[in-house]
């Protein structure tokens, strides 16, 4: 049986409008407040109107931006959970709405597959080849705290090299030296970041003069494996472990993220540990997490939210001028000391 064809006399009698302030409507003209325009278009999306009468696509699109994080990437929502609200805020003051879309396989969202949205922001890690075929949609890209070397994109991320410099040089300025990396340096571009801006620390202060020489100290006191499973699955044994499997115990552990060093640490109490007089640790992102555990988590704070706003403030720039030259916005961080070292 063929369904029935939706109107625009069926929107306005479902809205209680009159057809002419359905059609101002998606035709994107005056006359209609913006509040009654957002519900005919939302209206029309729902009834399949739009999918019926694909010259209105445009005008939905307008009012609407994607929104992708991985999958895996959900349960860290202390931190993207900021920056998505960042995303929110600023988008709802400029008049969008957001379609939230996990993915774990290189699917495309139906949202941007049949472009009922005018840009897309990815949050968090996304491998080039997928990056490609998104951008092959003709839609404005964006990404936040993850950066691509193969295709060129707009990004906004922390600056997690220096911070991580920084937070390795306050242990060392403290007299610790026997000072270990814990974490997947694999785990996204930040984490990676992470680990070359405490390296780099190391072999300054400790004159470690060739790059074999400084790794080789680094991996005496560390454990480079893939320790984030662990956090996803609360599995303190297999953090215990990891953390067993370490050649020489470091008198201070850098995690990669605040939800590790947390986990990390309780994992550790629960074996007999004292922190900060039997090993120290420190994180990174400043979670709010970070403030309440024992002993509070020495960190870097990272600005989620402002990262999400600002993420969004160029996304709408560069739809509304989409040439120009690709911009990366770096965020700047800093240390918070608390009592974990």
Same mark, same amino acid.
């Given at each position: ?8 006399? +069926? ?7 009159? #057809?002419?302030?359905?059609? !101002? ?16 278009? /939302? ?7 739009? +999918? ?5 696509i445009q005008t939905y699109s307008n009012k609407n931006i994607c ?7 959900? %349960? /860290? ?6 920056? !998505?609200? &960042? ?36 949050? &968090?890690? #996304?491998? +080039? ?11 404005? $890209? ?29 242990? !060392?300025?403290?007299? #610790?030296? %026997? ?45 480079? &494996? ?8 609360? +599995? ?81 720039? %560069? ?13 700047? $961080?800093? $240390? ?6």
């Amino acid at each position: 049986m063929r369904r029935k064809r939706v109107t625009m006399k +069926d929107i306005a009698e479902k809205l209680g409008l009159s #057809i002419n302030a359905v059609s !101002l409507a998606l035709n994107d003209r005056a006359g209609v407040g913006e509040e009654t325009r957002k519900s005919i278009l /939302d209206t029309a999306e729902q009834m399949g109107y739009l +999918d019926q009468s694909p010259q209105y696509i445009q005008t939905y699109s307008n009012k609407n931006i994607c929104i992708m994080l991985k999958h895996r990437f959900f %349960r /860290d929502f202390r931190f993207y959970g900021r920056i !998505l609200l &960042g995303i929110e805020e600023e988008a709802k003051k400029s008049g969008y709405d957001v379609f939230m879309n996990s993915f774990e396989k290189e699917e495309i969202p139906a949202c941007v597959e049949s472009r009922k949205v005018s840009g897309i922001v990815v949050v &968090g890690k #996304i491998e +080039d080849s997928f990056l490609t075929r998104l951008k092959e949609y003709g839609i404005p $890209v964006m990404l936040v705290d993850h950066v691509s070397l193969e295709e060129p994109t707009d990004c906004v991320t922390s600056d997690s090299r220096l911070g991580a410099y920084k937070i390795t040089s306050y242990m !060392l300025s403290k007299g #610790i030296t %026997r000072i270990g990396y814990f974490g997947d340096i694999e785990y996204t571009p930040s984490t990676l970041d992470r680990f070359l801006g405490y390296k780099e620390a190391m072999q300054d202060y400790l004159h470690l003069g060739t790059f074999k020489e400084s790794m080789a100290y680094v991996d005496r006191f560390s454990a480079l &494996g893939n320790v984030e499973d662990y956090v996803i699955n609360q +599995d303190a044994e297999g953090m215990y472990e990891a953390f067993e499997k370490i050649e020489e115990k470091p008198d201070a552990l850098f995690c990669s993220n605040d939800e590790l060093a947390v986990f990390l640490m309780k994992t550790l109490q629960g074996k007999g540990y004292t922190i900060p007089e039997d090993i120290g640790i420190v994180g990174f992102d400043d979670i709010e997490l970070s403030s309440i555990v024992s002993p509070a988590l020495t960190t870097v704070h990272v600005p989620k939210k402002l990262m999400g706003q600002k993420a969004m403030q160029r996304l709408l720039h %560069r739809i509304s001028h989409p040439g120009g030259d690709i911009e990366k916005v770096v965020m700047g $961080v800093e $240390v918070v000391e608390r009592e974990s070292v």
